[in-house]
């Protein structure tokens, strides 16, 4: 049972520029979210989708952009990329309607703004 | 969401019980209490929740104050694999609202 696949691994982009990062859920999960985690701090909440709709937003701005797949697959778009945009961002998928939704986590993709 | 406090880090020793605190003093009544781990190199992972009574499952054992204002997390032989960031936090997420709110966490360092 394959867990949360992300890709890339790494990614090196340059100010100004687009990029998007890709989450394949757990099987059988129908919930993405989607983290950001700088240098020595916790992840932070980005946004969550689920039916294709976000259905959550943490406080990033709008250059943070995602889309859900009816695969339940997950795209993180980021437009006119900051230096500060530089962390881990990670993606967790869960199963909406149970008790209580662990959320299972990928191993990130690391991105670089230069 | 509640404010939680947390020890920067701790230490212990591999085979040896460890207790990680966690200060949630503005809990509401319907408010979870979660606790993830973060391995090195690894994105984070589910370790135990808790409502109102203690838990235990195969991972930890989660003790809870009987005003639900703090909480401990227990490991009961501490392993080399257990070195990780804990992070403790309360707040509504985990039933269909999904959202995890992650503080700064505990370090914990495991001696062999």
């Known amino acids: 049972d394959a867990g949360v696949t992300q890709s890339p691994t790494h990614l090196i982009k340059t100010r100004g520029q687009q990029v998007t990062l890709r989450c394949s859920p757990k099987s059988g999960h129908d919930t993405v979210s989607w983290y950001q985690q700088a240098l020595g701090q916790g992840p932070q909440f980005i946004f969550q989708?689920?039916?294709?709709?976000?259905?959550q937003r943490g406080n990033f701005p709008d250059r943070f952009s995602g889309h859900q797949f009816p695969n339940y697959s997950s795209e993180l778009n980021v437009n006119a990329l900051l230096l500060g945009d530089s962390a881990l961002y990670l993606c967790?998928?869960?199963?909406?309607?149970?008790?209580?939704?662990?959320?299972?986590f990928g191993p990130g993709t690391r991105l670089t703004v230069l | 969401d509640a404010k939680t406090t947390q020890p920067n880090s701790m230490e212990s020793n591999e085979e040896e019980p460890v207790h990680l605190p966690c200060n949630h003093s503005?809990?509401?009544?319907?408010?979870?209490i979660h606790w993830y781990r973060q391995l090195p190199s690894q994105g984070p992972e589910y370790v135990i929740h808790g409502l109102t009574s203690n838990v235990n499952n195969r991972m930890a054992s989660l003790a809870i104050a009987e005003d639900r204002k703090s909480s401990t997390l227990i490991l009961h032989r501490a392993t080399l694999r257990d070195a990780a960031v804990y992070y403790c936090w309360s707040n509504a997420g985990g039933t269909s609202y999904g959202k995890l709110t992650f503080g700064q966490g505990t370090i914990l360092t495991v001696h062999p």
């Open positions: 989708y689920y039916e294709e709709e976000e259905r």
């Open positions: 967790a998928s869960s199963l909406i309607g149970t008790d209580y939704n662990e959320q299972f």
């Open positions: 503005t809990i509401s009544g319907t408010d979870y």
